[in-house]
């Protein structure tokens, strides 16, 4: 919720209205609405209901929120450095090397 409201979604909203601001947006993959889904569902689940998830689901929620993390923050990030070290315009196998990934939770 506070991603999407720091990047424009309007405060107060609901959650799946924050999700759909984030998948209008293109914060969110092309098709990675089934994964936001899927976050969503097991976190109301792990909230509501006892038991809780299980190992398995919640290790796929974290995988599943990686990948969103990296493909919001980390690789813009990369792309940006690349391209403002002039490594974006060098072919592969030039021997230079990628630029170090940005952690999402310390920006």
Do not use: C
Request: no cysteine.
């Amino acid at each position: 919720m506070a991603f999407a409201a720091r990047h424009g979604a309007k405060e107060g909203e609901s959650f799946l209205n924050y999700i759909d601001y984030l998948v209008r947006e293109g914060y969110v993959p092309p098709n990675g609405r089934p994964w936001v889904d899927k976050i969503r569902t097991k976190g109301n689940e792990a909230t509501h209901q006892l038991p809780s998830i299980s190992k398995q689901d919640a290790e796929l929620v974290v995988r599943f929120t990686e990948m969103l993390l990296r493909f919001t923050f980390e690789m813009p990030s990369m792309l940006e450095a690349a391209e403002q070290s002039g490594k974006g315009t060098h072919s592969a196998g030039s021997g230079s090397s990628a630029p170090k990934p940005i952690d999402p939770l310390r920006t």
